[in-house]
């Protein structure tokens, strides 16, 4: 079954600095990899996503994400963080359950952001 | 990119009643996913919800618990049958990679 691990909890960064959210993931076959951001009492908004192609994907808010394969890694990254990205982050696997074709998706257990000032 | 609407927003609600969650979506889509996301927790799916067939459920999720409805490709509701304190938890409606706002659920 496809899988993603975040092994951190949290992440602390100041603001200006870069940042990373880290994202590993498990998978049989290509792999069809997401990243999404949760405000408090927000639903669940879609930054980016990596199917095929360059391996450095541009997504929403100035994000972008490394898809690295030897490393099986997918980490979020920003060049220069802000205190409103202070935010759950969570990353997410396409999930193509054989015999069905059915793409839910499979996601990690989230990381905390924090931008202090 | 998909706009999906969701009602009720939240709920608070009894132990042992129910609650129907209506999902709306601005374009015509043959899947549609219900996930839950506990307090603290990540997202678990619960079913996914094609037109015209029975919802396929997760293991760990049924059907007595969680019927869902798709009546036409751009609706699905999903009820929370016999609520226990254990529901209290926000209920997305999916398209695609798109998110529904949520209903934010909480049982007494």
């Known amino acids: 079954a496809q899988s993603v691990a975040q092994p951190e909890d949290q992440v602390n960064v100041a603001e200006g600095n870069p940042l990373t959210v880290k994202c590993t993931y498990s998978v049989s076959g290509n792999p069809y990899l997401f990243w999404y951001v949760q405000y408090p009492n927000r639903g669940l908004q879609f930054l980016l996503k990596y199917i095929t192609g360059d391996n450095l994907v541009k997504g929403s808010y100035g994000f972008e994400a490394e898809f690295n394969k030897s490393q099986t890694s997918f980490h979020l990254k920003k060049p220069s963080a802000l205190v409103s990205d202070s935010a759950l982050y969570f990353c997410?696997?396409?999930?193509?359950?054989?015999?069905?074709?059915?793409?839910?998706?499979?996601f990690g257990t989230g990381t905390r952001l924090l931008v202090s000032p | 990119s998909a706009v999906i609407s969701q009602k009720p927003s939240r709920d608070i609600c009894q132990r042992g009643t129910s609650l129907t969650i209506q999902c709306q979506v601005d374009s015509q889509v043959t899947m549609m996913f219900w996930y839950r996301q506990q307090p603290g927790q990540s997202l678990t799916l619960i079913a996914t919800?094609?037109?015209?067939?029975?919802?396929?459920?997760e293991s760990g999720f049924v059907i007595d618990k969680f019927p869902i409805s798709r009546p036409n490709l751009t609706f699905s509701t999903l009820t929370v049958s016999n609520m226990s304190p254990e529901d209290s938890s926000i209920y997305l409606c999916s398209v695609d990679r798109y998110f529904g706002p949520g209903t934010r659920l909480l049982v007494l």
């Open positions: 997410a696997v396409r999930d193509r359950s054989l015999g069905t074709g059915f793409q839910k998706l499979v």
């Open positions: 919800a094609n037109q015209g067939s029975e919802a396929t459920y």
